[in-house]
């Protein structure tokens, strides 16, 4: 019974694109952006090698924010699949 209204539910495959990558890296820039300024200790250890390119950033802060930018990528790219745009 669930399988089937699995089935009815789902959409035609998205195949990857460059549109997809790019939405998805301008979704992890936006959730890095976004958790540096709210993030209350975004410099917990451990550090990561790339200070220069990320700031004082930690191994915790920049997982979870890139975890969130993916969540925010997938919901953008599926949601702009099933409108069709992509």
Known sequence: ???STLLAAATT???W?????????????VAIAFGKST???PNAEPK??????????GLPAFLA???FGHILGVG???GLHNLGRI
Request: proline fraction near 8%; aromatic fraction near 8%.
């Open 1 to 3: 019974m669930l399988t």
């Open 13 to 15: 495959p998205l195949q």
């Open 17 to 29: 694109s460059p549109i997809v990558g790019l939405i998805m890296i301008l979704a992890n820039i």
């Open 39 to 41: 993030i209350k200790y």
């Open 48 to 57: 990561l090698p790339l200070v220069n390119f990320l700031g004082d950033f």
């Open 65 to 67: 924010t890139t975890a």
């Open 76 to 78: 953008t790219i599926l």
